[in-house]
């Protein structure tokens, strides 16, 4: 028996969540990221976990990851040198773009600049049509030009994206094997590897942000392999990917465009284990840092998926748990426009110097400062004792402001969360809608530093019934990448219309991914347990110019039944746009298969039953809904499975704090999750 | 049976805040829900559609910022008046000349639903979008070759669709009749209609959660907040006088006749008046933009106060400019039956001319002229089979470079997409061989004007008919400042070939056959300030980036660049710049002008 650690690396923490396999126990850790030296923290955590709970790097049997390397290196702009070999008469592929405004309503709006500069795209003389049949062919000499002009502006690295590639990779796949040969020394990306999707625009800007981040990630990935072996730990280290799954180190150097936003899709795949656990049909996970919240839609324990998530300020289109981000954390300012109206954020004390109460010079009021005022914080200290609360600073902080609104203290703290919570519903709104549920009908997935200390309130708002704030809301990123899945994403573009005589190629096409995804998983993996094939496909009516994803069943490939995939898509059109066309022409534009490993999980042990009421540690006075009221503080760790109470009441634990106005009342459930229920 | 609501004024900030986040959630709810459930692409990918609240007064207080039309709700009180008005009513209009300019073509279908709480009628929930197709002489309704509205689809006056919840269905078999497309109308009727339900739901629970008297106190002081936000920057910016401006439309698509938006800013003793008045008599072509008073107003209120992100665009900034002038008859005011289907070639001019106006009255703190998008229509026709093959683009074009930053290279006019070549050679019998940037389009300035595009489009089908709207070719976008305008775009066939023919830009029925490479150019952003005061480096940038052409950099911005092509040779630079320096005109078109009125003449 052994010892799962899963790491996830934040901007501020490092989060780190144990499972000791004979104890069937969870613990956590955090200690200071630095992103200075990426992966110093992961080594501290590890010497923090030993002297804490005992366990040597030799006891660790299997390692989660994830990290922010790839994401920081775009928004830092701390790429390689790289440059991008187009098709002749399309070397202005990334500058086009797709023609749409950043954003169209903003009269400041400007377009990023590319990752890639213009100056650094050279063409290359060939042509493949729509059919993949060759209509010019390489120009090897064109190729060798490239290169002499991929080293005139010192290039450390080259993305070949030429038109069709999706479907005829060959041209591609000639102009890399020249590049290896000729010039050694550059990394070499080709976009119909990446992601071989129809969508020149889209693939090519996926392949770039691949391209520019590789070096440093592969990098990354191989100090990390290192620093583990040396330290003693036998596992090989999995990394998390933005699709939700885990894959290894290994394959991660190669195939980093795959885990650029690891952390906030695990962090998800947390929370849906979450939802499965207390059969919520649709869930909403809400993680809240100190300078944003990322939100995300569950269905029947599943994330929904997207593409087009954005890395900094560029888009890729490799399958992704789709998150949507609001610039809203722990750490927002409180501030009075010049028209006397009170504002929450953008702007963000962060975490340094964080909010007033952690007494780091923080001067300004922040939402966290707002919670300290209305007495729901400063009970404990935050953050494994890394953070006191300056009950004191906060006052004077919000002081500043209340005099500004001519209104009380604590009127005005409430009136700062209030705010707070009505800006994050304004975004919130959008997303539910986009997905046609109503909010009353979601539980709420608390977690993150600040998510449990805000979620009540939010739930209010979106009038919704269930809150439930997980074991370890702090390091829930961490735990969903210990029992993430292994899984990788396969796409085929086929464009046919769904008629009899499209069979063949829809049968060799999923044949085709099934062998690529099972050489992936056994051979380039390395694994052997029991695997999953999910197979769908993108449909349309033609004339569209959307596709929607639908999953179909293999029996129905097998079958040729056609009809049953294009009733699949008939059902979800009606789902999503609440109508559907079954007279009307479909169209088959991508084959898409994932496979899915999946090692055993970890079987944690339930939570400790008590018969016996909870004793809460103290009471103390707190303020909302323009009254004071008396609070029961309770601590975590001591209560149990069973166990009920009801508001207001403050919930403590060595991470986050759970503030929990009158009106709801908290159940502890089997697997230790607390289950916070408005009443109506 | 309904009653007016009280109106209280005095209202506490935090609440004032709450109110105002929750409309802002609810209007972007209702857009959403229309992009979620449409069907039509118009819709889905252009984002061509509009959502907003009025108070029951039918004043504009929070809306999609598209400076279209404000005045919503005046032609259904005309016709329905709001005493009669129930709850759960519902209504429709898209005619714009019985709405007067509340909606501006035809295919723009309006809905609003009045909100009531208690019994009393408090405001108004609004969305409109664009269809398909609505009948009219051609797929999509809108033609360049119009010369009535009653080739332009289906015209609906304000009706009433719904009473008290009840749908009258005959007007709806009647209206999805017209349509080559009913079940893609239903689907987008049906995602218009829900966006207005929605928005009423959540502005009764809006006024159930603050109270009616709350509501309404957050409406007059977001109207308050604009019209003071707009009347501080008019008094400090613009002293009195008269600021006129003239901007050109190439032609009306239909005959070779350009015309022109004419706009006179006046300001005297506190009063404010634009005077369109002065502009060209109405188009036989579907140029006509029958334009709301508000609109102009709009255009002034949103680009004069959009440092401050707290001032929404609503009819606050109506009580600002107490006047909009215009002539019956004229291009800004046409009479029936004028073809409307291409007023946005005007409706950008009036934002230009606006800005010309602006220009004169800030002594150059105004943006230059951006170019109007452009769509083409190739139809192609295989001799052998019959099959026909429609293909409509839109395309990108520069945008007018602003006071404080470059212009938008390559943008549709708001949210469009182009389509991905990939998806166009497999669907539209057409191979695209090239895809760029026009090179030196975008205006040489201080802030360069935006770059238009490039596309190469050979045809494959055995013959094919064009049409095309490519506007701001004899009339590029206007520089501001001592910038210069941007360059002109134009449509040719085989270039470089023996066989090149240049075709007209604004026109449609233009002949080609299979094997004809069809060069589509847009044309490019005015840009601002004196070219010469631009940084060598960001030129030399530009020059790497394609953006500029080293010719470019040293004829209009004195840029040397060394043999390498990417040293500056700042000796030389300094010596070419200072050999340029001179007095430039606050425009330019082709020449510097500093008067009011650009002449035709100067053009041609």
């Known amino acids: 028996m052994g010892v799962r650690v899963g790491v996830d690396i934040g901007g501020t923490f490092t989060d780190f969540c144990v ?138 690295g080259v993305v070949v994206a030429l038109l069709h590639a999706y479907r005829n990779p060959a041209h591609e796949e000639r102009v890399a094997e020249i590049l290896r040969t000729r010039a050694p020394d550059l990394t070499v990306t080709c976009a119909s590897d990446v992601w071989p999707v129809i969508r020149e625009y889209e693939r090519t800007s996926t392949a770039v942000v691949a391209g520019y981040v590789q070096g440093r990630v592969a990098h990354y990935l191989g100090s990390l392999q290192e620093a583990l072996a ?15 799954g885990v894959m290894t180190a290994e394959i991660g150097k190669s195939a980093c465009a795959q885990m650029l936003l690891s952390g906030t899709a695990s962090g998800v795949i947390g929370a849906a284990s979450v939802a499965a656990e207390t059969g919520a049909a649709a869930a909403m996970s809400l993680d809240i840092g100190g300078t944003s919240a990322d939100v995300a839609i569950i269905r029947d324990g599943t994330p929904q998926y997207g593409v087009g998530e954005m890395i900094g300020e560029f888009p890729i289109y490799i399958p992704t748990v789709s998150v949507t981000s609001i610039g809203e954390g722990g750490g927002s300012i409180a501030w009075v426009d010049p028209h006397g109206v009170l504002k929450v954020g953008p702007e963000s004390a962060g975490s340094n110097p964080g909010p007033a109460c952690y007494g780091r010079g923080g001067t300004r009021a922040a939402i966290t400062d707002a919670f300290v005022v209305c007495g729901f914080l400063g009970q404990s200290a935050l953050g494994y004792s890394a953070v006191s609360m300056r009950t004191d600073l906060a006052r004077k902080a919000v002081g500043e402001i209340a005099d500004a609104l001519g209104k009380g203290l604590e009127e005005t703290a409430e009136s700062i969360i209030h705010v707070a919570v009505s800006g994050m519903y304004l975004e919130v709104s959008k997303l539910v809608s986009r997905h046609g549920i109503d909010p009353r009908d979601l539980s709420l997935i608390a977690f993150g530093g600040a ?76 694994y052997d347990g029991p695997v999953t094939l999910l197979y769908s496909a993108d449909m349309r009516y033609r004339g569209q110019s959307y596709e929607i994803e639908t999953a179909i069943e293999a029996g129905w490939i097998e079958a040729g039944d056609l009809d049953a995939m294009a009733g699949a898509f008939h059902v979800a059109h009606e789902r999503i746009y609440e109508h559907a066309d079954i007279d009307a022409p479909v169209q088959l534009i991508n084959l898409r298969l994932v496979v899915v490993g999946t090692p055993p999980k970890p079987h944690i042990a339930p939570a400790e039953t008590s018969a016996a009421a909870p004793v809460p540690r103290a009471t103390v006075p707190v303020y909302y809904d323009g009254a004071h009221h008396d609070a029961a503080v309770y601590s975590r760790a001591e209560l149990f499975a ?14 986050c704090t759970t503030c929990m106005p009158g009106g709801f009342t908290a159940t502890v459930d089997a697997m230790g999750n607390l289950t916070l229920i408005r009443e109506d | 049976m309904a009653k007016a609501a009280s109106t209280q004024v005095g209202i506490d900030t935090v609440t004032l805040e709450l109110i105002t986040g929750a409309l802002q959630a609810a209007r972007a709810e209702m857009e959403a829900l229309i992009d979620r459930t449409s069907m039509s692409p118009f819709i889905r990918e252009k984002k061509d559609y509009f959502t907003a609240f009025l108070d029951r007064d039918g004043r504009l207080v929070v809306s999609t910022s598209l400076t279209l039309a404000g005045n919503l709700v005046d032609a259904i009180l005309e016709q329905y008046p709001a005493d009669d008005m129930r709850d759960g009513d519902l209504y429709w209009y898209n005619d714009p000349y019985s709405s007067h300019g509340g909606v501006s073509h035809f295919p723009d279908m309006v809905f609003v639903m009045p909100v009531f709480h208690d019994g009393a009628l408090i405001a108004f929930a609004e969305a409109w979008g664009h269809l398909w197709d609505i009948g009219g002489m051609v797929p999509g309704s809108i033609s360049p070759q119009a010369t009535s509205a009653f080739q332009e689809g289906i015209m609906i006056p304000p009706v009433r669709v719904m009473r008290a919840g009840e749908l009258n269905e005959e007007v709806f078999r009647i209206f999805t009749r017209n349509s080559r497309f009913p079940d893609m109308m239903k689907g987008d009727l049906k995602a218009i209609m829900a966006a207005c339900s929605l928005g009423k739901r959540r502005l009764e629970e809006v006024a159930d959660r603050y109270g009616v008297a709350a509501v309404q106190g957050a409406f007059d002081h977001m109207l308050n907040q604009s019209e003071h936000a707009l009347r501080s920057e008019i008094d400090r910016r613009v002293a009195d006088g008269d600021y006129s401006f003239r901007d050109y439309i190439d032609s009306d698509a239909v005959t070779d006749t350009s015309y022109s938006v004419h706009l006179t800013l006046r300001k005297r003793a506190g009063r404010v008046a634009l005077d369109l008045s002065q502009s060209d008599d109405q188009a036989t072509g579907p140029i006509n933009f029958l334009m709301d008073d508000s609109v102009p107003k709009y255009m002034a209120g949103l680009y004069l106060t959009m440092h401050d992100p707290n001032i929404r665009m609503n009819a606050g900034f109506e009580r600002v400019i107490d006047e909009v002038v215009t002539r019956p008859g004229s291009l800004v005011a046409p009479d029936f039956p004028a073809p409307l289907g291409l007023r946005s070639h005007t409706m950008i001019r009036v934002n230009s001319a606006l800005f010309g106006a602006l220009a004169l009255a800030t002594g150059g703190d105004a943006s230059a002229a951006s170019s109007v998008y452009v769509l083409y229509y ?41 389509y991905p070549i990939e998806f166009a050679e497999m669907e539209f019998g057409i191979r695209i061989e090239g895809f760029r940037i026009h090179r030196d389009s975008g205006g040489p300035g201080r802030y360069r004007g935006g770059c238009g595009i490039v596309r190469d489009v050979r045809v494959l089908a055995d013959e094919a008919d064009l049409g095309i709207r490519l506007d701001n070719c004899k009339f590029p976008a206007f520089g501001v400042n001592g910038g210069l305008s941007g360059r002109s775009g134009r449509v040719v066939v085989n270039p470089g070939t023996d066989r090149e023919r240049d075709l007209k830009t604004m026109t449609d029925g233009q002949k080609l056959v299979k094997g004809d490479l069809l060069r589509i150019v847009t044309s490019g952003g005015g840009g601002w300030g004196s070219p010469l005061d631009r940084p060598a480096e960001q030129v030399r940038d530009d020059v790497l980036d394609g953006f500029v052409s080293e010719e470019s950099a040293f004829e209009d911005y004195g840029v040397v660049i060394g043999d390498d092509g990417v040293t500056l040779d700042m000796a030389a630079t300094m010596e070419r710049r200072s050999a340029m320096a001179g007095p430039r005109g606050m425009f330019h078109r082709g020449d510097f002008f500093d008067g009011s009125d650009f002449q035709i003449e100067a053009a041609e």
């Open chain 1, 19 to 156: 499972f000791d396999e004979e104890k069937r126990d969870l613990w956590t850790m955090k200690v200071l990221s630095t992103p200075d030296r990426p992966g110093t923290e992961v080594m501290n955590g590890l010497a923090e976990i030993e002297k804490r709970y005992g366990v040597a790097p030799a006891d660790i049997g299997y390692f989660t990851h994830g990290t922010t390397v790839g994401v920081n290196t775009v928004i830092q702009r701390r790429g390689i040198t790289l440059c991008l070999l187009t098709t002749r008469g399309f070397e202005d592929v990334l500058e086009v773009a797709r023609l749409k405004m950043p954003d169209p309503y903003d009269l400041f709006s400007a377009r990023p600049e590319p990752l890639v500069t213009r100056d650094r795209v050279f063409s290359i003389d060939e042509r493949i049509l729509f059919d993949g049949t060759v209509d010019l062919p390489l120009d090897e000499a064109s190729v060798e030009a490239a290169i002499e002009g991929i080293r005139s502006v010192g290039g450390e």
């Open chain 1, 230 to 244: 040396s330290a003693g730990v036998p596992a090989e280290p999995m990394i998390t990917k933005s699709n939700g």
């Open chain 1, 451 to 526: 998510g449990p200390m805000m979620a009540c309130f939010f739930a209010r708002e979106l009038g919704m019934r269930e809150v439930v704030v997980p074991r370890v809301p702090g390091v829930l990123s961490a735990f969903g990448g210990l029992i993430a899945d292994i899984k990788n994403d396969f796409i085929r573009t086929v464009y046919l219309d769904m008629v009899p005589g499209a069979l063949d190629e829809i049968r060799s096409g999923y044949a085709g991914l099934r062998d690529a995804a099972t050489a992936w998983i056994r051979e380039e993996h390395g």
């Open chain 1, 642 to 655: 069973g166990q009920s109470f009801s508001g207001p009441a403050i919930i403590t634990q060595d991470d």
């Open chain 2, 378 to 418: 190739l139809r192609g026709r295989d001799l052998t089979t019959g099959r026909l093959d429609l293909c409509i683009e839109g395309l990108a074009v520069g945008f007018g470079a602003r006071s404080f930053a470059d212009g938008i290279d390559a943008v549709y006019y708001v949210a469009q997409k182009n």
